[in-house]
């Protein structure tokens, strides 16, 4: 079998690749080592901004999202009882909006099937040979039958615990890694957000973050221990913290209900650099991990693709290899100012196992300078809408 770019794993950044090569007639395979429901149970983002609305756009797969997502012209922060608004829209002319990653993934995959492209699910033992040399190819197997991809270039869009980081040497690689003492424990209720904007919760209880997906469908977040499992939150015990660490005027509206979903994840930041290795290019979190409380792991996932797109579009084109040539500096420029702004919500947002009085003062302080200075404000706007790609 031969295609012009093998693109491994079929998440939001493979398959995001895929239909926007597709649309500009570079063939492309994505191997998806899952099936395609396996990939869409995973509740993940809920925050798009406008880059990657735009990429969908271009990608032809934006009706839905058009027609079911929300704009959120600003956020709420909370400190203890005390709460202030970040006004998106007045500091920067901008918006984010909600629109869930499994909905986004769910249209990416009809449009990748209604436009005939080829999707492997179930591939096992997925290898990258060659990717230094000008034949690269990829090899896997399903159902304990092997295949042979050859390709011009491969997209390492497997996600962090995938094979294409690891496929560059560890000579060549440099990886930087911040491991969070805490996880996030989220749910999923079938009940109305407590607020028609995100609350981002600051309290001595530790972190809470109150989300949704639609008028009947929320998304809430507490802090937890590393040692918690879901199965030690009772949804009564959750709805009673997450009451605890909201101001009170937000916790008697808040709509409680039985969870549809509960489940922790870790939090990490997380960058591999180079992000280029000879003709294979890593992208999303193949390549770098934040923290969700900036709402950027997908929002860099997009802003990666954008740049390997360009760069392939320009090649196949004109032979202008010029873009794949500054692929890895470009997309780790933005990385690293997510990896900052993603680091700096964590640490004024939650409680550490280690901190001390003064370091409560000292975050105190940053969320008080954020309450009363504008402009202030409007760098954490400008962080969070995105910045330009
Ligand atoms: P993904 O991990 O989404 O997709 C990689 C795909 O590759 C998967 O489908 C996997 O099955 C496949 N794969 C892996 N190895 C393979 C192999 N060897 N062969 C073939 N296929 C292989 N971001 C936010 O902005 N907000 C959030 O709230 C948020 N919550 C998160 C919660 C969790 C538990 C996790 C893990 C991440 C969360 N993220 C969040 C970040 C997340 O949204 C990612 O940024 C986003 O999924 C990145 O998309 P991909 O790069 O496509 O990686
Ligand atoms: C979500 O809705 O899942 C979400 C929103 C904002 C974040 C993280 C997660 O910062």
């Given at each position: 079998?031969?295609?012009?770019?093998?693109?491994?794993?079929?998440?939001?950044?493979?398959?995001?690749?895929?239909?926007?090569?597709?649309?500009?007639?570079?063939?492309?395979?994505?191997?998806?080592?899952?099936?395609?429901?396996?990939?869409?149970?995973?509740?993940?983002?809920?925050i798009?901004?406008?880059?990657?609305?735009?990429?969908?756009?271009?990608?032809?797969?934006?009706?839905?999202?058009?027609?079911?997502?929300?704009?959120h012209d600003g956020t709420v922060i909370?400190?203890?009882?005390?709460?202030?608004e970040i006004n998106f829209?007045?500091?920067?002319?901008?918006?984010v909006?909600?629109?869930?990653?499994?909905?986004?993934?769910?249209?990416?995959?009809?449009?990748?099937?209604?436009?005939?492209?080829?999707?492997?699910?179930?591939?096992?033992?997925?290898?990258?040979?060659?990717?230094?040399?000008?034949?690269?190819?990829?090899?896997?197997?399903?159902?304990?039958?092997?295949?042979?991809?050859?390709?011009?270039?491969?997209?390492?869009?497997?996600?962090?615990?995938?094979?294409?980081?690891?496929?560059?040497?560890?000579?060549?690689?440099?990886?930087?890694?911040?491991?969070?003492?805490?996880?996030?424990?989220?749910?999923?209720?079938?009940?109305?957000?407590?607020h028609?904007e995100l609350i981002y919760?600051?309290?001595?209880?530790?972190?809470?973050?109150?989300s949704?997906?639609?008028?009947?469908?929320?998304?809430?977040?507490?802090?937890?221990?590393?040692?918690?499992?879901?199965?030690?939150?009772?949804?009564?015990?959750?709805?009673?913290?997450?009451?605890?660490?909201?101001?009170?005027?937000?916790?008697?509206?808040?709509?409680?209900?039985?969870?549809?979903?509960?489940?922790?994840?870790?939090?990490?930041?997380?960058?591999?650099?180079?992000?280029?290795?000879?003709?294979?290019?890593?992208?999303?979190?193949?390549?770098?991990?934040?923290?969700?409380?900036?709402a950027?792991?997908?929002?860099?996932?997009?802003?990666?693709?954008?740049?390997?797109?360009?760069?392939?579009?320009?090649?196949?084109?004109?032979?202008?290899?010029?873009?794949?040539?500054?692929?890895?500096?470009?997309?780790?420029?933005?990385?690293?100012?997510?990896?900052?702004?993603?680091?700096?919500?964590?640490?004024?947002?939650?409680?550490?196992?280690?901190?001390?009085?003064?370091?409560?003062?000292?975050?105190?302080?940053?969320?008080?300078?954020?309450?009363?200075?504008?402009?202030?404000?409007?760098?954490m706007a400008?962080?969070y809408?995105?910045?330009?790609?």
């Amino acid at each position: 079998m031969r295609t012009q770019v093998a693109i491994i794993g079929g998440g939001p950044s493979g398959l995001l690749l895929g239909q926007l090569l597709h649309r500009q007639g570079i063939d492309n395979i994505v191997l998806e080592r899952k099936t395609r429901d396996y990939v869409l149970g995973r509740i993940r983002a809920g925050i798009l901004e406008t880059g990657l609305v735009d990429l969908m756009r271009k990608a032809g797969v934006s009706e839905r999202m058009d027609r079911e997502s929300f704009v959120h012209d600003g956020t709420v922060i909370t400190d203890g009882n005390t709460h202030f608004e970040i006004n998106f829209k007045e500091l920067t002319g901008d918006h984010v909006i909600v629109y869930g990653q499994t909905e986004l993934t769910r249209d990416l995959y009809d449009a990748r099937e209604e436009c005939g492209a080829q999707t492997v699910f179930n591939t096992e033992n997925v290898q990258i040979h060659d990717a230094d040399s000008d034949a690269p190819y990829v090899t896997y197997e399903v159902d304990g039958e092997q295949h042979r991809i050859d390709c011009d270039y491969v997209a390492g869009c497997d996600g962090f615990h995938g094979v294409s980081r690891k496929t560059i040497p560890e000579d060549v690689r440099n990886e930087y890694e911040k491991v969070y003492p805490f996880g996030w424990l989220g749910i999923l209720s079938e009940t109305p957000p407590v607020h028609d904007e995100l609350i981002y919760a600051n309290s001595e209880r530790g972190f809470a973050l109150c989300s949704m997906r639609n008028e009947n469908l929320s998304r809430y977040y507490i802090q937890c221990s590393l040692t918690d499992s879901p199965e030690d939150w009772s949804d009564d015990a959750f709805w009673e913290e997450l009451k605890r660490r909201i101001p009170a005027e937000m916790a008697d509206k808040l709509v409680t209900g039985p969870t549809i979903e509960k489940s922790i994840a870790p939090l990490r930041s997380f960058v591999t650099e180079p992000m280029r290795w000879g003709r294979l290019f890593l992208c999303g979190d193949a390549a770098h991990i934040v923290p969700p409380t900036g709402a950027k792991g997908l929002n860099t996932a997009a802003s990666d693709i954008h740049y390997l797109f360009e760069g392939l579009s320009a090649f196949y084109a004109n032979g202008d290899a010029s873009g794949l040539d500054t692929y890895s500096e470009k997309a780790l420029s933005r990385i690293w100012k997510a990896e900052r702004f993603s680091w700096w919500m964590t640490n004024i947002l939650h409680r550490f196992p280690d901190q001390t009085d003064f370091d409560i003062k000292m975050q105190r302080a940053d969320l008080d300078f954020l309450r009363s200075n504008r402009d202030a404000q409007k760098v954490m706007a400008q962080n969070y809408i995105g910045l330009p790609y």
